[in-house]
């Protein structure tokens, strides 16, 4: 399977797993619920793919404490704002991967740069984002798409260092250890009295269905074949395809949850795809004697 289908899966299973994660988080918090599914996913890649630990290598923390911060952040901002702020703001992520990736001397050919406007105005579409208004939860989101920005950069560089297994084992280790931390404090803060009553490991089980899809699917699979298609598809381009799990989430609410379809969300949907489709074009189907530079 070609890296790019790849990451075309992998925006599949993160886009059924905002499914999973809104009615995990009817439950849990943030942190209790990112802690158990990392948790779980490192175990799936572990015992999956054994055969890559074989050579002891140095716990990588960077990938694993940038996913934690990405992650937190986006649930945190979730409770403060709406769902079609924050789906449209944590999108926002394929537009500053390219320009980070100025920064780090990467090329944004002509194409690229279409596809990345397409996308964004697709995911304005897709989200029903209808205000610009600037609020607490609408900026800890934006923060966060800078973080996502920062993972597939750094899940770029990393990826042709390390084997994909060992990568991905590391920074869901790093992610569930932070989020357990975080989730312990917050617990006796927030709970004083009755931090891990009965009622809170009951909760847990509530949502064990949930919490298997996004520790196994999401993180374990997702995650895993996000490494191994970025060491072959450049970070822009990667972000473009990965866009697309607004879509697949869209699906997963008309399929999963009942939610209605509207007009405007297909037309969003569809302008996805055709940034999409733009991305992958094989740069051997551009014409290279064309006086733009349409790569990507």
């Not at 009755?194 to 949502?207: E, H, L, M, N, V």
Request: hydrophobic residues 55%.
């Amino acid at each position: 399977m070609s890296s790019k289908l790849l990451l075309l899966l992998t925006a599949a299973l993160w886009g059924f797993a905002f499914v999973a994660q809104r009615q995990g988080m009817e439950h849990l918090d943030p942190f209790t619920f990112n802690a158990i599914r990392f948790a779980l996913g490192a175990l799936f890649v572990r015992f999956v793919l054994f055969k890559s630990f074989a050579k002891k290598t140095p716990m990588l923390w960077l990938p694993g404490l940038v996913l934690f911060a990405a992650a937190s952040l986006q649930q945190i901002g979730i409770i403060y704002t709406s769902a079609g702020s924050a789906g449209f703001i944590t999108g926002l992520y394929v537009l500053f991967v390219p320009i980070l990736g100025f920064f780090l001397g990467q090329k944004s050919g002509l194409r690229l740069i279409i596809s990345v406007v397409l996308a964004v105005f697709g995911l304005y579409l897709l989200s029903s984002f209808a205000s610009a208004e600037v609020t607490f939860g609408n900026l800890l989101v934006l923060i966060s798409a800078v973080f996502w920005a920062m993972h597939v950069q750094i899940v770029h560089r990393y990826s042709r260092l390390v084997p994909t297994a060992v990568l991905a084992f590391d920074q869901f280790a790093v992610c569930a250890l932070l989020s357990t931390a975080f989730a312990l404090g917050v617990r006796i803060f927030m709970h004083p009295q009755a931090s891990f009553s009965a009622s809170y490991f009951i909760d847990i089980g509530k949502t064990l269905w949930p919490l298997l899809y996004g520790g196994i699917m999401s993180a374990g699979v997702a995650y895993t074949l996000q490494i191994k298609a970025q060491k072959k598809v450049e970070p822009g381009p990667a972000a473009v395809i990965m866009s697309l799990e607004g879509v697949f989430a869209m699906l997963g609410g008309y399929l999963l949850l009942k939610e209605s379809l509207s007009l405007r969300s297909i037309v969003g949907a569809s302008i996805l795809l055709l940034a999409m489709l733009l991305v992958s074009i094989p740069k051997k189907y551009v014409d290279k004697k064309s006086p733009i530079d349409l790569t990507a």
